[in-house]
């Protein structure tokens, strides 16, 4: 009951990058490079193990930024030449690859740090990746023209590595989409629709992880304006019941969004966010299992994943460290009270 799971992301070691950063730099090139990312890889699938964490995932430790990670192994973009473009509606400018021709796989993108994570664990496995409105709301398009005919372009791209990724493994393969709070309306309309076309053929689990962004001051400040009710998931929550997707994650500890838009997941499982990742303050286990106590109102036992409210790739490592403590205790206290 409750099994455990991160976002995704993990913070990466001050030997492989720069820290606290999300686009940071690597601190080697070359095989040594490839060899410290394995390193740092099987660093935080034993970290997660220790952590009592059910369903572990490679941290994202080989990906400079999980939306870019991917792309580098596309054909049609360009990464010479970058251009600041304003991101999830302007909240935020980043430096940003262009769309450039047709787009398609060099070949394999995760195959190394999925295989390795694989063998290197025997819980369940999780792989993400960023979904299609999240993708083309991270580029800049000077070939398409169309942000939807574009985004089923990056679906058939990224369908082709998810059925190469359940070949090699993987459990539990999670598509990204914080755009899904953004542009709420597009996310019903075609956004949905566009993250099945990346899902389709999959017998492994499929899940979303839709939040309200990195604990960064862009992102912070933002949340900032939303009120006192933050009410995003209810406009996509019902697209998503009516789809194949079979898990939802979605940002709740410390956050505005009413615990009863759950409910509009009927069916689904729920990766309930129980770990704050915008602040350093570490999580109790009694507050772990308090999230989990009032979710449980709204969401069965057997399909409540007590998870983070986002990846945690900014964040200090020994912080880091002790939330993933607080959320394996937090689930075990969950168990023994309402189990």
């Avoid at 192994?73 to 473009?85: L, N, P, S, T, Y």
């Avoid at 409105?133 to 942000?147: F, H, L």
């Avoid at 990195?214 to 998931?233: C, P, V």
């Amino acid at each position: 009951m409750f099994p455990t799971t991160i976002a995704g992301s993990l913070p990466k070691p001050g030997w492989l990058a720069e820290t606290h950063k999300l686009w940071p730099r690597w601190k080697a090139e070359g095989e040594a490079l490839q060899e410290a990312k394995s390193d740092a890889t099987l660093l935080w699938i034993k970290a997660q193990e220790d952590a009592g964490l059910d369903i572990v995932t490679d941290g994202e430790q080989s990906r400079q930024h999980f939306v870019h990670g991917f792309l580098e192994q596309v054909e049609g973009i360009d990464f010479a030449h970058k251009v600041e473009m304003g991101i999830r509606a302007d909240r935020y400018k980043a430096m940003v690859p262009q769309v450039v021709g047709p787009l398609k796989l060099k070949g394999r993108v995760h195959a190394t740090e999925a295989r390795l994570a694989r063998a290197h664990t025997k819980r369940k496995l999780k792989f993400t990746m960023p979904g299609p409105m999240t993708i083309v709301d991270t580029v800049a398009d000077q070939y398409y023209g169309d942000r939807v005919k574009m985004a089923f372009a990056f679906a058939e791209l990224l369908n082709q590595e998810a059925l190469a990724l359940q070949a090699d493994g993987v459990d539990i393969i999670q598509f990204d989409e914080p755009a899904f709070n953004v542009y709420m309306k597009d996310a019903a309309d075609w956004g949905v629709q566009a993250l099945e076309r990346a899902a389709r053929g999959l017998s492994c689990t499929k899940a979303v992880h839709i939040c309200y962004g990195y604990g960064i001051a862009a992102n912070n400040e933002w949340k900032k304006t939303l009120g006192e009710q933050w009410r995003q998931y209810e406009q996509v929550f019902p697209a998503l019941a009516a789809s194949s997707i079979d898990q939802v994650s979605l940002e709740c500890y410390h956050s505005h969004v009413p615990m009863d838009l759950i409910a509009l997941l009927a069916g689904k499982d729920v990766m309930v966010g129980v770990i704050d990742v915008a602040s350093d303050v570490v999580e109790t286990p009694e507050e772990v299992a308090e999230t989990i106590g009032r979710a449980l109102q709204f969401v069965a036992r057997e399909r409540l994943f007590p998870c983070t409210n986002c990846g945690m790739a900014p964040m200090d490592r020994d912080v880091a460290l002790r939330k993933l403590e607080a959320l394996g205790k937090g689930a075990a206290l969950a168990r023994a009270r309402f189990g």
